[in-house]
Protein backbone atom coordinates (compact mmCIF):
# COMPACT_ATOMS: atom_id res chain seq x y z
CA UNK A 1 0.00 0.00 0.00
CA UNK A 2 1.67 3.11 -1.01
CA UNK A 3 1.55 5.81 2.04
CA UNK A 4 1.79 9.29 0.08
CA UNK A 5 0.38 8.93 -3.68
CA UNK A 6 0.75 11.29 -6.60
CA UNK A 7 -1.23 11.47 -9.86
CA UNK A 8 -0.43 12.33 -12.22
CA UNK A 9 3.38 11.02 -12.35
CA UNK A 10 4.08 12.86 -15.58
CA UNK A 11 2.12 16.09 -16.94
CA UNK A 12 2.74 17.96 -20.68
CA UNK A 13 1.19 20.72 -21.46
CA UNK A 14 1.08 23.31 -23.57
CA UNK A 15 1.96 27.31 -21.93
CA UNK A 16 -1.21 28.96 -21.06
CA UNK A 17 -3.59 26.11 -19.81
CA UNK A 18 -4.84 25.24 -16.47
CA UNK A 19 -3.62 21.54 -14.37
CA UNK A 20 -3.87 20.10 -11.27
CA UNK A 21 -1.75 17.63 -9.50
CA UNK A 22 -3.49 15.08 -6.80
CA UNK A 23 -2.04 13.76 -3.09
CA UNK A 24 -3.51 11.56 -1.24
CA UNK A 25 -1.77 9.71 1.90
CA UNK A 26 -3.37 7.11 3.46
CA UNK A 27 -1.05 7.70 6.94
CA UNK A 28 -3.65 8.80 8.85
CA UNK A 29 -1.39 12.76 9.48
CA UNK A 30 -2.74 15.69 9.41
CA UNK A 31 -0.02 17.64 7.91
CA UNK A 32 0.44 17.58 4.37
CA UNK A 33 2.80 20.17 1.88
CA UNK A 34 3.70 20.59 -1.48
CA UNK A 35 7.30 21.12 -2.87
CA UNK A 36 8.87 22.11 -6.09
CA UNK A 37 11.60 20.76 -6.97
CA UNK A 38 13.29 22.88 -9.77
CA UNK A 39 15.55 22.01 -12.59
CA UNK A 40 18.72 22.05 -10.49
CA UNK A 41 17.30 19.29 -8.33
CA UNK A 42 16.74 22.25 -5.49
CA UNK A 43 13.34 21.70 -3.45
CA UNK A 44 11.50 24.14 -2.05
CA UNK A 45 8.41 24.62 -0.03
CA UNK A 46 5.19 26.03 -1.49
CA UNK A 47 2.70 25.42 1.02
CA UNK A 48 1.46 23.58 4.23
CA UNK A 49 -1.89 22.26 5.25
CA UNK A 50 -3.03 21.07 8.57
CA UNK A 51 -6.23 19.41 9.16
CA UNK A 52 -7.43 20.92 5.99
CA UNK A 53 -6.42 24.35 6.63
CA UNK A 54 -3.55 26.54 5.47
CA UNK A 55 -0.45 26.95 7.39
CA UNK A 56 2.35 28.16 5.23
CA UNK A 57 2.12 29.76 1.93
CA UNK A 58 5.70 31.01 0.73
CA UNK A 59 6.28 33.08 -1.75
CA UNK A 60 4.43 31.03 -4.77
CA UNK A 61 2.57 33.20 -7.56
CA UNK A 62 -1.25 32.80 -6.51
CA UNK A 63 -1.66 31.17 -9.94
CA UNK A 64 -1.28 28.13 -7.79
CA UNK A 65 -4.04 27.18 -5.51
CA UNK A 66 -3.82 24.42 -2.98
CA UNK A 67 -6.96 22.84 -2.05
CA UNK A 68 -7.46 20.18 0.64
CA UNK A 69 -11.22 18.90 0.80
CA UNK A 70 -10.07 16.40 4.04
CA UNK A 71 -6.97 15.81 6.17
CA UNK A 72 -6.04 12.94 3.34
CA UNK A 73 -5.73 14.80 0.34
CA UNK A 74 -4.12 18.10 -0.78
CA UNK A 75 -4.39 19.17 -4.07
CA UNK A 76 -2.57 21.75 -5.94
CA UNK A 77 -3.92 23.57 -9.26
CA UNK A 78 -2.30 25.77 -11.32
CA UNK A 79 -3.73 28.48 -13.47
CA UNK A 80 -2.29 29.83 -16.46
CA UNK A 81 0.56 27.91 -17.09
CA UNK A 82 4.36 29.14 -17.42
CA UNK A 83 7.63 28.10 -19.20
CA UNK A 84 8.90 28.68 -15.41
CA UNK A 85 6.34 25.88 -14.12
CA UNK A 86 8.17 23.14 -15.76
CA UNK A 87 9.90 21.31 -12.33
CA UNK A 88 9.23 18.02 -10.37
CA UNK A 89 6.56 18.55 -7.44
CA UNK A 90 6.53 16.56 -4.38
CA UNK A 91 3.85 16.01 -1.91
CA UNK A 92 4.84 14.95 1.39
CA UNK A 93 2.89 14.51 4.84
CA UNK A 94 3.80 14.56 8.23
CA UNK A 95 2.10 13.22 11.65
CA UNK A 96 1.12 16.50 13.44
CA UNK A 97 3.15 19.12 11.09
CA UNK A 98 6.17 19.97 14.11
CA UNK A 99 9.64 20.50 12.95
CA UNK A 100 10.50 16.66 14.75
CA UNK A 101 7.94 15.21 12.57
CA UNK A 102 9.45 13.01 9.76
CA UNK A 103 8.00 13.57 6.53
CA UNK A 104 6.87 11.30 3.59
CA UNK A 105 7.31 11.85 0.47
CA UNK A 106 5.19 11.12 -2.34
CA UNK A 107 7.31 10.07 -5.81
CA UNK A 108 6.32 13.36 -7.57
CA UNK A 109 5.01 14.60 -10.93
CA UNK A 110 7.08 15.93 -13.59
CA UNK A 111 5.39 19.14 -15.40
CA UNK A 112 6.49 20.10 -18.35
CA UNK A 113 5.31 23.15 -20.12
CA UNK A 114 5.84 23.78 -23.82
CA UNK B 1 23.82 32.68 0.65
CA UNK B 2 21.51 29.61 0.82
CA UNK B 3 20.91 28.91 4.41
CA UNK B 4 21.48 25.47 4.16
CA UNK B 5 24.97 24.56 3.06
CA UNK B 6 26.18 21.21 2.39
CA UNK B 7 29.60 19.60 0.66
CA UNK B 8 30.89 18.65 -1.01
CA UNK B 9 28.30 18.86 -4.40
CA UNK B 10 29.27 16.11 -5.60
CA UNK B 11 31.31 12.65 -4.60
CA UNK B 12 32.20 9.40 -6.26
CA UNK B 13 33.61 6.59 -4.05
CA UNK B 14 35.14 2.86 -4.31
CA UNK B 15 32.72 0.10 -2.79
CA UNK B 16 33.65 -0.52 0.67
CA UNK B 17 35.05 3.20 1.40
CA UNK B 18 33.76 5.48 4.53
CA UNK B 19 32.16 8.49 3.11
CA UNK B 20 31.24 11.79 4.53
CA UNK B 21 28.88 14.45 3.77
CA UNK B 22 28.70 17.64 5.44
CA UNK B 23 26.04 20.42 6.19
CA UNK B 24 26.07 23.41 7.97
CA UNK B 25 23.63 26.18 8.39
CA UNK B 26 23.06 29.46 9.44
CA UNK B 27 19.64 29.87 10.89
CA UNK B 28 18.18 28.90 14.44
CA UNK B 29 16.58 25.31 13.99
CA UNK B 30 14.21 23.11 15.66
CA UNK B 31 15.45 19.89 14.08
CA UNK B 32 17.70 19.17 11.07
CA UNK B 33 16.76 16.04 8.48
CA UNK B 34 18.89 13.99 6.25
CA UNK B 35 17.09 12.91 3.29
CA UNK B 36 17.71 10.50 0.40
CA UNK B 37 16.78 10.63 -2.86
CA UNK B 38 16.93 7.95 -5.60
CA UNK B 39 18.28 7.72 -8.91
CA UNK B 40 14.65 7.15 -9.91
CA UNK B 41 13.72 10.36 -8.01
CA UNK B 42 11.83 8.79 -5.00
CA UNK B 43 12.62 10.89 -1.75
CA UNK B 44 13.20 8.84 1.51
CA UNK B 45 14.05 10.58 5.10
CA UNK B 46 16.95 8.83 6.60
CA UNK B 47 16.87 10.81 9.47
CA UNK B 48 16.04 13.35 12.21
CA UNK B 49 18.35 14.95 14.66
CA UNK B 50 17.68 17.70 17.36
CA UNK B 51 21.00 16.42 19.17
CA UNK B 52 23.81 14.15 19.47
CA UNK B 53 24.15 10.98 17.29
CA UNK B 54 21.95 8.53 15.84
CA UNK B 55 22.57 5.37 14.08
CA UNK B 56 20.69 3.14 11.56
CA UNK B 57 22.22 0.15 9.84
CA UNK B 58 25.78 1.36 7.79
CA UNK B 59 24.42 5.33 8.14
CA UNK B 60 25.52 7.69 11.15
CA UNK B 61 24.04 10.82 11.46
CA UNK B 62 25.49 14.01 13.82
CA UNK B 63 24.55 17.23 14.93
CA UNK B 64 26.85 20.39 16.89
CA UNK B 65 24.42 22.89 17.52
CA UNK B 66 26.81 25.27 19.02
CA UNK B 67 28.78 25.03 15.66
CA UNK B 68 25.80 24.87 13.24
CA UNK B 69 27.05 21.31 11.81
CA UNK B 70 26.02 17.80 11.16
CA UNK B 71 27.46 14.87 9.40
CA UNK B 72 26.32 11.83 7.69
CA UNK B 73 28.58 9.15 7.86
CA UNK B 74 28.39 6.04 5.37
CA UNK B 75 30.29 3.07 5.98
CA UNK B 76 31.15 0.40 4.22
CA UNK B 77 30.04 2.05 1.23
CA UNK B 78 27.75 -0.42 -1.59
CA UNK B 79 26.95 1.14 -4.87
CA UNK B 80 23.13 0.66 -3.89
CA UNK B 81 24.28 4.04 -1.59
CA UNK B 82 24.80 5.51 -4.85
CA UNK B 83 21.83 8.55 -4.46
CA UNK B 84 21.62 12.36 -3.56
CA UNK B 85 22.00 12.70 0.22
CA UNK B 86 19.88 16.39 1.01
CA UNK B 87 20.03 18.14 4.30
CA UNK B 88 17.27 20.31 5.46
CA UNK B 89 16.08 21.96 8.48
CA UNK B 90 12.96 23.24 10.17
CA UNK B 91 12.70 25.88 12.64
CA UNK B 92 10.14 26.82 15.24
CA UNK B 93 7.17 24.85 15.93
CA UNK B 94 6.31 24.10 12.29
CA UNK B 95 8.01 21.38 9.74
CA UNK B 96 8.65 23.24 6.81
CA UNK B 97 12.16 21.74 5.54
CA UNK B 98 14.86 24.47 4.05
CA UNK B 99 16.95 22.69 1.84
CA UNK B 100 20.41 22.12 0.77
CA UNK B 101 21.38 21.54 -2.33
CA UNK B 102 22.10 18.10 -2.12
CA UNK B 103 25.10 15.94 -2.05
CA UNK B 104 25.27 13.48 -5.33
CA UNK B 105 26.94 10.48 -4.24
CA UNK B 106 27.87 7.17 -6.58
CA UNK B 107 29.94 4.48 -5.30
CA UNK B 108 32.02 2.39 -8.03
CA UNK B 109 32.06 -1.32 -7.41
Known amino acids: DTAVSQTPKYLVTQMGNDKSIKCEQN?????MYWYKQDSKKFLKIMFS???????INETVPNRFSPKSPDKAHLNLHINSLELGDSAVYFC?????????????FGPGTRLTVL | KNEVEQSPQNLTAQEGEFITINCSYS?????LHWLQQHPGGGIVSLFM???GKKKHGRLIATINIQEKHSSLHITASHPRDSAVYIC???????????FGKGTKLSVKP
Open chain 1, 92 to 104: ASSRQGKSTDTQY
Open chain 1, 27 to 31: LGHDT
Open chain 1, 49 to 55: YNNKELI
Open chain 2, 27 to 31: VGISA
Open chain 2, 49 to 51: LSS
Open chain 2, 88 to 98: AVSSGSQGNLI
